[in-house]
């Protein structure tokens, strides 16, 4: 029987299927992973649970299908009778068949309706893939008719309308419902319909035939626009391109390492256009147009008073116009009397670019590191490592108009040399570490050195010279090594050596007063010239260098250049 054919199939596919389930458990329990170990058992509960239900199903499907049918013999013997009756007769097969057909209908009625149970879902489900496969493919559209005649199908009234302004621009019948557009353009319907995606209908399409609805004469021609707008039709567009690559053949005739194109967009569209002289136009006529409309740039020169803003007001533009019609200029440069800048580019449609392949060195300013140190006191720092500036090799498109740039574009960018990084220590040891703080006297001056008090030598005359400073030192102890300070806030103007001076330290620090500081010690200096200092800020270290018989500061206090005595400044004379 066919059925016994089946169930040993259906036995196998459960037996197979719990081999599989079988290995995977064993598979995961090998896997050794703890998740596996506590899930595996349940899974298996589970897996064989559903196995056993899906055999008890094939086996009620099975014996269902036998208590419906019964010995198939009879079902053989039926197709045999139909099978000779058609050898014999075919016309006489007829017949037998419904004979049979209508028997099994009778007999089988029960198992009929079980089948049914189980196609009608299966049937619903294919209609219900087929409709939405349709139905993705279906859209709802606007539909144009004029005259019941279907004029396309468009998404939106506004592509319509986009289509419409355009016919009413090659009519020369301007945007606006005059009484003549009205009597060239008749009037359409709307109407929703379901159409497919491939059935919209574009612009120019529906431009076409807007025209062709007209009343006016048409022909096939080819519009010519200029930024977008409508300026004539010539009869075909090898006529249209020739004028215009006549204009810049002219131009590059004179600029023959740039590339030579028209500021403006220029485009060239083929469709239907009123047979008219005012829309269509030869192309000797449309060459002389062209030319008619060139204008020259405008440059305004800046006068005393004169901002961005101003200028930009005074011709009528904008801020960001102004800059990019000179971009030589950011918005933080300075204006200066005399610059010239430009206010207006050439107009009309003869306004051509030349742009220019341009290869230039930039340079890469070089960052700078701070490295804190307490080896330096706070306030002080120290260059390790000299910053080396990088090399960039730029190539870019510069466009020029008339002959003024108008845009750069950047197009590649090749470092030829790393920039070096400059690296510099930062102070940060305490004033207060090594000695108890900085002295002052009343005076404007701080005193100069801390934990050396002492005046050694006086400010005047000596072995009949004057001395024009003060020698300090301690007198109890070695002043080598003693901290020396910034005696007031101000400006590094020398740290350097000298012959007398030895190792010296000289800071302006503003109204006509200078402090210098000598003799210090080799290698002890902490600042350069051009550092900002504070008042009391270490610059350097007792020493004995240039002309000097023993360790001690030499400082002097300089007025409008001249050396006078420091002891009122710093409060004790």
């Known amino acids: 029987?066919?059925?016994?054919?089946?169930?040993?199939?259906?036995?196998?596919?459960?037996?197979?299927?719990?081999?599989?389930?079988?290995?995977?458990?064993?598979?995961?329990?090998?896997?050794?992973?703890?998740?596996?170990?506590?899930?595996?058992?349940?899974?298996?509960?589970?897996?064989?649970?559903?196995?056993?239900?899906?055999?008890?199903?094939?086996?009620?499907f099975i014996k269902s299908l036998h208590s419906q049918l019964g010995d198939t013999t009879k079902m053989h013997k039926a197709f045999t009778g139909i099978k000779k009756a058609f050898l014999s007769q075919p016309l006489s097969a007829f017949p037998v068949a419904f004979h049979y057909l209508k028997k099994g209908l009778s007999k089988y009625r029960q198992f009929l309706k079980h089948i049914c149970y189980w196609l009608i879902p299966v049937a619903a489900a294919v209609v219900m893939v087929v409709s939405v496969g349709n139905i993705a493919d279906v859209c709802i559209a606007?539909?144009?008719?004029?005259?019941?005649?279907?004029?396309?199908?468009?998404?939106?009234?506004?592509?319509?309308?986009?289509?419409?302004?355009?016919?009413?621009?090659?009519?020369?019948?301007?945007?606006?419902?005059?009484?003549?557009?009205?009597?060239?353009?008749?009037?359409?319907?709307?109407?929703?319909?379901?159409?497919?995606?491939?059935?919209y209908t574009n612009t120019e399409t529906l431009c076409d035939r807007l025209i062709q609805k007209s009343s006016s004469n048409i022909i096939h021609a080819c519009g010519v626009y200029v930024a977008g707008e409508f300026l004539c039709a010539v009869k075909n567009e090898a006529d249209a391109k020739r004028v215009f690559n006549a204009l810049l053949e002219e131009v590059e005739a004179t600029e023959p390492d740039g590339i030579v194109s028209f500021v403006q967009d220029i485009d060239y569209i083929e469709g239907l256009y009123p047979d008219s002289t005012d829309v269509v136009w030869d192309s000797a006529r449309l060459l002389e147009y062209v030319k008619s409309k060139e204008s020259a740039a405008v440059y305004h020169t800046v006068e005393s008073g004169d901002s961005f803003a101003s200028i930009a007001n005074r011709y009528n533009i904008s801020l960001s116009e102004l800059y990019s019609m000179n971009p030589e200029y950011k918005k933080n440069s300075v204006l200066r009397v005399g610059n010239v800048l430009t206010v207006a580019l050439p107009s009309g449609f003869f306004t051509v670019q030349v742009t220019k392949t341009k290869v230039y060195n930039e340079e890469i300013e070089y960052d700078t590191i701070e490295i804190q140190s307490d080896a330096?006191?706070?306030?002080?720092?120290?260059?390790v490592v000299n910053g080396v500036n990088g090399l960039s090799q730029v190539t870019s498109l510069i466009s020029y108009v008339d002959g003024k740039q108008i845009s750069i574009e950047e197009v590649a960018r090749l470092t030829v040399k790393e920039p070096v990084a400059q690296r510099i220590q930062v102070g940060t040891k305490p004033l207060d570490s090594d000695y108890p703080g900085i002295t002052s006297h009343g005076g404007i001056l701080l005193w100069p050195t801390v934990n050396a008090f002492n005046i050694n030598s006086d400010y005047g005359y000596r072995w009949g010279k004057l001395h024009s400073a003060l020698d300090i030192g301690s007198k109890t102890e070695s002043s080598m090594g003693k901290l020396i300070v910034a005696a007031a806030e101000g400006t590094v103007v020398i740290a350097g050596v000298h012959s007398s001076y030895g190792y010296y330290v000289k800071i302006d620090h503003g109204n006509g007063?200078?402090?210098?500081?000598?003799?210090?010690?080799?290698?002890?200096?902490?600042?350069?010239?051009?550092?900002?200092?504070?008042a009391g800020q270490p610059i350097a270290r007792i020493g004995m260098t240039g002309f000097a018989t023993g360790p001690h500061l030499h400082f002097e206090v300089i007025i409008n250049g001249r050396k006078v005595n420091p002891k009122p400044y710093l409060g004790i004379g």
């Open 1 to 60: 029987m066919f059925f016994d054919f089946l169930k040993p199939l259906f036995e196998l596919f459960y037996n197979e299927t719990s081999i599989l389930g079988e290995v995977f458990i064993k598979a995961s329990k090998k896997a050794g992973t703890l998740l596996l170990r506590f899930v595996g058992k349940p899974l298996l509960f589970l897996l064989g649970t559903f196995l056993a239900l899906g055999k008890h199903i094939i086996r009620w």
């Open 142 to 199: 606007l539909r144009i008719d004029i005259d019941g005649e279907t004029l396309g199908f468009v998404s939106n009234e506004s592509e319509y309308l986009e289509a419409r302004d355009i016919a009413k621009e090659r009519l020369g019948l301007g945007s606006d419902n005059t009484t003549n557009s009205v009597d060239m353009l008749p009037s359409v319907t709307y109407t929703l319909s379901l159409i497919k995606i491939n059935q």
């Open 376 to 383: 330096l006191y706070a306030g002080t720092s120290r260059i």
């Open 513 to 534: 007063m200078q402090t210098l500081y000598a003799h210090c010690k080799a290698g002890s200096l902490m600042v350069k010239a051009g550092d900002k200092v504070t």
